[in-house]
């Protein structure tokens, strides 16, 4: 294994270990969790790891992007964009898939007939309107935790696979 994963992995699991914790309570990413490591994943992502600078770059770009379309979590992109730059970006985009697939089963799992209300809603209007409003338990789900599972086997599955 390359000596720089044995830094990367850390910090990303510290992470999402945080981020889990305080979108479960809070329902959010504090900014005193995410900027810090954003910049500082830029700086090692970019400057120092010779490889994947320009993907780094469009990932960022393209994360920065998303977060001017309504109803996508600021906290949720945030977070994303630092595994992303801790990480590689093609493997982050594989882990917001399964997080996000996740998300879907457990929802529908918990309440199918609101579920399939939801999903029906999200197929006829792909944006949610701008409108604010005050996220609760019970209109909100927390990514943070499917997003660590999901970082947890797709890393370490690799991991696992490359050891073989």
Request: net charge positive; with cysteine.
């Amino acid at each position: 294994m390359h000596l720089i994963l044995y830094i990367s992995y850390p910090v990303c699991l510290t992470l999402l270990i945080a981020a889990t914790i305080t979108d479960i309570k809070l329902r959010r990413n504090p900014n005193v969790l995410t900027i810090p490591l954003i910049l500082g994943g830029l700086l090692f992502g970019c400057v120092l790891i010779p490889g994947l600078r320009v993907e780094k770059a469009v990932f960022a770009l393209l994360c920065f992007l998303a977060g001017l379309l309504p109803g996508l979590g600021l906290g949720d992109l945030k977070l994303i964009m630092c595994i992303g730059l801790w990480g590689n970006p093609f493997l982050t985009a594989f882990e917001v898939a399964a997080a996000s697939v996740g998300v879907l089963l457990v929802q529908l799992i918990r309440n199918p007939i609101l579920g399939q209300i939801q999903i029906l809603r999200g197929l006829k209007y792909p944006f949610p309107m701008k409108e604010r409003f005050q996220k609760t338990k019970d209109n909100s789900v927390p990514f943070a935790p499917y997003f660590l599972v999901a970082y947890i086997l797709v890393e370490g599955g690799l991991y696992l696979w490359s050891t073989l």
